[in-house]
């Protein structure tokens, strides 16, 4: 099946730091990146959309300054986290969507996550 | 949107007994619907989905039923053992993905299976 990449699994910053998690789609094109995070005990919330070349769409309660996500190919995806503070330590996860081999990758290729905690 | 709601929060069962986790959702859009599992520390892993068109799917010891009507769904553990034990997430979406047919997880359900 697809391969989805997360760099890095774990990071550790002190508040007011940025972090960059990037999220590759290792062997399938992935024209939609889907960002979310899952607070400690808690489900998965969506955080925001990105298709390829275009800017990303964020849902409610998402600040699109603080969450910074870029999109500039059909393999690489990124998630800046700016000036983190203790309440965005979280489990973050992209889920690539798009084609592999013509067909759709459906929504079951998980990154593996990346653990951010924010001292 | 979509919303989706996941019942029992916490589960626990005797080894070899069966576990059924139950979700419902709001969109009648919805047409895919997956399960993940998802251990201490790690990312959730897809175990078995179901697509709007049947109404069961069983996988060994795990079977999805889906009530299109009533607009609901379940997981079925059978046997189960203690390496079920995990967090289990129902999500639900519309397929076929590709475009941002973004999935709406259920809250969770924390299984323990005990010896």
Same mark, same amino acid.
């Given at each position: 099946g697809a391969v989805v990449s997360q760099h890095p699994s774990r990071v550790i910053c002190k508040s007011g730091t940025s972090v960059k998690i990037e999220c590759r789609s290792?062997?399938?094109?992935?024209t939609t990146m889907f960002w979310y995070r899952q607070f400690p005990k808690q489900s998965l919330m969506l955080m925001a959309t990105s298709n390829e070349g275009s800017k990303a769409t964020y849902e409610q309660g998402v600040e699109k300054d603080k969450f910074l996500i870029n999109h500039a190919s059909l393999t690489l995806s990124t998630l800046t986290v700016t000036?983190?503070?203790?309440?965005?330590s979280s489990f973050y996860i992209c889920i690539p969507q798009g084609l592999a081999g013509g067909y759709s990758t459906d929504t079951q290729y998980f990154g593996p996550g990346t653990r951010l905690t924010v001292l | 949107g979509e919303n989706v709601e996941q019942h029992p929060s916490t589960l626990s069962v005797q080894e070899g007994d069966s576990a059924v986790i139950k979700c419902t959702y709001s /969109? &009648?859009? &919805?047409n895919y619907f997956p399960w993940y599992k998802q251990e201490l520390g790690k990312g959730p892993q897809l175990i078995i989905d179901i697509r709007s068109n049947v109404g069961e799917k069983k996988d060994q010891r795990i079977a999805v039923t889906l009530n299109k009507t009533a607009k609901h769904f379940s997981l079925h553990i059978t046997e189960?053992?203690?390496? /079920?034990?995990a967090v289990y997430f129902c999500a639900a979406s519309i397929y076929p993905a590709g475009g941002g047919n973004k999935l709406t997880f259920g809250t969770g359900t924390q299984l323990k299976v005990e010896l």
């Open positions: 290792l062997d399938f094109q992935a000036s983190a503070h203790p309440e965005d | /969109d &009648s859009a &919805s189960t053992q203690p390496e /079920d034990s």
